[in-house]
């Protein structure tokens, strides 16, 4: 139990500074739409089912490294609690456009990513 917290852990540290890294250079209140969340949540998406896949494929990662990748990585990498925060600050705003667009194309990519993911690995 002690290890896979670890891994948890150390998995969604990287994740968690990749993602501030993404949000510093690709977010800006000057174009709207915070580009650096949205990518985020794609690429995470995109992983996830890779990994997830992989792991499902003939048990070719190990519940250990499903905990570090799937669980840990994609867990702090992705954004889904930013992503709800932004579309507040949009609908406070008033600004209806950016939070539709956002919404809508973040949950459809981000579903059509993770079963891309699951189709390369197949």
């Known amino acids: 139990m002690i290890k ?3 891994l948890v852990f ?3 540290g990287v ?3 990749l993602r501030f890294i993404l ?3 690709f977010n800006s209140s000057e174009n709207g739409i915070p580009y650096g969340t949205f990518a985020t949540n794609i ?3 995109l992983l996830i089912g890779i990994i997830l896949g992989l792991a499902s494929k003939n048990d070719s990662l190990t519940t250990n ?3 570090l990748l799937a669980t840990g990585f994609c867990g702090g990498f992705t954004t889904f609690s930013t992503f709800a925060y932004e579309n507040h600050v949009f609908l406070k705003s008033g600004d209806f456009t950016s939070f539709a667009i956002y919404t809508i194309a973040s949950f459809i990519i981000g579903f059509l990513a993770v079963f891309f ?3 390369i690995v197949k």
Do not use: E, F
Request: proline share 0%; net charge positive; aromatic share 4%.
């Open 10 to 12: 150390l998995g969604g």
């Open 4 to 6: 896979q917290l670890v």
């Open 43 to 45: 690429i995470g998406s």
């Open 15 to 17: 994740g968690s500074a």
């Open 117 to 119: 993911g699951m189709h």
């Open 65 to 67: 490294q499903t905990l």
């Open 23 to 25: 949000g510093k250079y």
